[in-house]
């Protein structure tokens, strides 16, 4: 039996390109996933907190200085991170920093679960700042605030008050399902 050199090379070009196509589809198959940071899954705490809040019910005078948010967010393989960064600056009574930080702590306990997330851990005192660390359905989180203290170098003109600030970062992974 003898077979022409032409068909045996159709042969091996046939294997080589169906090995080349295997090749290629396992890569595809086996790629990870580039999972985009979207509103969608942003816990509702997330979404929905801020400290001015806290700020507004705490102060005599309630009056927002200065200061701001900055959200950023990354897509990533199976898991995009979110942050949000708040430092808002206030005026204040001078000796209110540790009350004022203790009470930004609890509303953001209470804003976690109001929002359907729980709280997982709560680390830190009102001297030091807290670290909080909450689970919210397929989020996972950690709240990180300084204590309530006057701004470097600022002289604010009203006798008995402090400029003081405060930064309350929020850093957030979401998880898809396994």
């Given amino acids: 039996m003898n077979i022409p050199a032409t068909r045996i090379a159709h042969w091996f070009l046939g294997i080589y390109f169906a090995a080349l196509l295997c090749v290629i589809a396992f890569v595809l198959i086996h790629r990870p996933r580039v999972v985009?940071?979207?509103?969608?899954?942003?816990?509702?705490?997330?979404?929905?907190?801020?400290?001015?809040d806290t700020l507004k019910v705490s102060l005599a005078s309630p009056e927002t200085?200065?200061?701001?948010?900055?959200?950023?967010?990354?897509?990533?393989?199976?898991?995009?991170?979110?942050?949000?960064?708040?430092?808002?600056?206030?005026?204040m009574?001078?000796?209110?920093?540790?009350?004022l930080t203790a009470a930004l702590a609890h509303n953001s306990?209470?804003?976690?679960?109001?929002?359907?997330?729980?709280?997982?851990?709560?680390?830190?005192?009102?001297?030091?700042?807290?670290?909080?660390?909450?689970?919210?359905?397929?989020?996972t989180g950690k709240v990180t605030m300084t204590p309530v203290h006057a701004v470097e170098g600022a002289h604010w003109p009203r006798s008995g008050e402090v400029l003081a600030t405060v930064k309350v970062t929020i850093d957030e992974t979401w998880a898809k399902p396994q």
């Fill in 36 to 52: 985009y940071a979207t509103p969608e899954r942003q816990s509702a705490f997330l979404r929905n907190y801020s400290p001015n």
């Fill in 65 to 91: 200085v200065g200061g701001g948010n900055n959200t950023s967010s990354e897509s990533g393989p199976d898991a995009p991170k979110y942050k949000k960064v708040f430092e808002p600056r206030f005026a």
């Fill in 93 to 99: 009574p001078c000796d209110d920093g540790p009350r």
């Fill in 109 to 139: 306990a209470l804003a976690i679960t109001n929002n359907g997330g729980h709280v997982a851990a709560i680390d830190g005192n009102d001297v030091e700042g807290f670290t909080l660390w909450y689970v919210d359905g397929r989020s």
